[in-house]
């Protein structure tokens, strides 16, 4: 029996032990890349583009001719039997294409197959991206709601501080109502808020491809921000050169470009068919013959605009990639900068703003209560230190989704 227990309880523990679905963004991502329709679709075709590579150099089927000559054997007696008509040959025909025009094709196919897993990496960047950006407005909002609950909690405490130094004729009943309606302010900040978290919650799911009401776990916890090495700028450079998948997609479509080029330019050659054809009398073969044939490329004017397309084609690919690039960098830039920003300003709120706003709010509460300040001043004490807490959750909200855009820049996480 108690074998049987350990067993359960060894068996219990993983689960016990696992994140619900919700409380933390490592769940949600490794629950999308296994159940997302439009990932899942671009793996699929990235497994096509490298199936249809693989055979991209392939020779094209033989192809086997039969002739019966002379079938009616002079009139005498017609028969569709290869030994009892007058000869019969057969052609057996393989067509060959110009040398190295296979090896373009494999690579054009091969250039086509990198733009197909460029295209998967960014659908994966771009959901996980979303994915990331709604979670911490998620959390925001949770956030938000829980402030505004303490907040009610506190603006109550100080409604009965109001209404007792009323009572005592100590203070007028205006403070009391002043107090009560801010409460009301406050709860109708929360319904607005309790309105975008649900919002918030179906597009979670949607992302997740659930059900919009499926249940989520309340977001636990932010991922912690990358060390300040990490956002090494020309670190940062290098991997989104390497990495990015946009740029992927663009360096396949150059390839492709300069393949397709080449082999406009090897379509100048012709290609031939070559074969071998043995002639039957009765049930002997009695002779052997090859041929070779050769399509003839005389419409040159055609194939000098072809290649004078193709051309153009790399050279649109080249422009593209380097405006690509340059926008990419840019908005890397930017990224960088805003996480920065955010980051010193939740520092600044932490360390200097929140303890300055405390120590005036208990200053205008004890104040308050000793008679020598109005409740106005309590009331905009109470009211910085709201604000000062919720610039606190939007300057972590920031740092956030501006990570969240450098890791999709980047085509992974820092």
Not at 213 to 236: F, I, T
């Amino acid at each position: 029996m108690k074998n049987i227990i350990t067993l359960l309880a060894c068996l219990a523990s993983p689960l016990a032990l696992a994140a619900p679905l919700g409380a933390d963004v490592q769940g949600l991502l490794d629950y999308a890349r296994e159940h997302n329709p439009e990932f899942a679709a671009t793996r699929h075709e990235a497994d096509a583009a490298a199936q249809r590579a693989a055979s991209a150099d392939a020779l094209p089927d033989p192809v086997l001719r039969t002739e019966l000559m002379d079938f009616t054997n002079q009139g005498s007696r017609a028969s569709l039997l290869p030994s009892q008509v007058g000869a019969t040959r057969y052609l057996l025909m393989q067509s060959v294409p110009w040398f190295g025009r296979r090896d373009l094709q494999r690579g054009i196919a091969e250039a086509q197959s990198g733009q197909a897993r460029g295209q998967t990496s960014a659908t994966w960047a771009a959901l996980a991206g979303s994915i990331k950006s709604v979670y911490a407005q998620y959390h925001y909002l949770a956030g938000s709601e829980k402030l505004m609950q303490e907040t009610l909690t506190l603006m109550n405490s100080l409604e009965q501080v109001a209404q007792t130094r009323y009572a005592h004729g100590l203070a007028a009943q205006q403070d009391v109502i002043r107090a009560q309606l801010e409460q009301t302010d406050l709860r109708t900040e929360l319904l607005e808020l309790e309105n975008m978290r649900h919002h918030m919650h179906g597009r979670l799911n949607a992302l997740l491809s659930r059900p919009n009401m499926a249940e989520l776990a309340q977001p636990a916890q932010l991922r912690p921000l990358p060390v300040a090495e990490k956002l090494d700028w020309n670190g940062l450079e290098a991997r989104l050169r390497a990495r990015n998948p946009a740029l992927q997609m663009a360096d396949a479509g150059i390839t492709e470009a300069e393949q397709s080029r080449n082999l406009a330019y090897n379509n100048r050659y012709p290609g031939f068919t070559l074969g071998v054809a043995p002639t039957q009398s009765g049930n002997t073969v009695r002779s052997w013959d090859l041929m070779v044939e050769f399509n003839i490329p005389l419409q040159q004017g055609a194939r000098r605009s072809q290649e004078r397309e193709a051309e153009s084609r790399l050279a649109a690919s080249s422009a593209r990639r380097e405006a690509l690039l340059n926008q990419m960098l840019a908005e890397l830039s930017e990224s960088v900068s805003g996480l920065d920003t955010a980051r010193r300003t939740a520092s600044l709120l932490a360390t200097r703003l929140l303890p300055q706003t405390e120590l005036a709010y208990q200053s205008a509460l004890t104040g308050y209560e000793n008679g020598r300040v109005d409740f106005s001043v309590l009331l905009e004490a109470q009211r910085q230190i709201l604000k000062a807490r919720r610039q606190q959750l939007k300057s972590q909200l920031e740092a956030q989704l501006r990570l969240s855009e450098i890791e999709s820049l980047l085509g992974e996480e820092l």
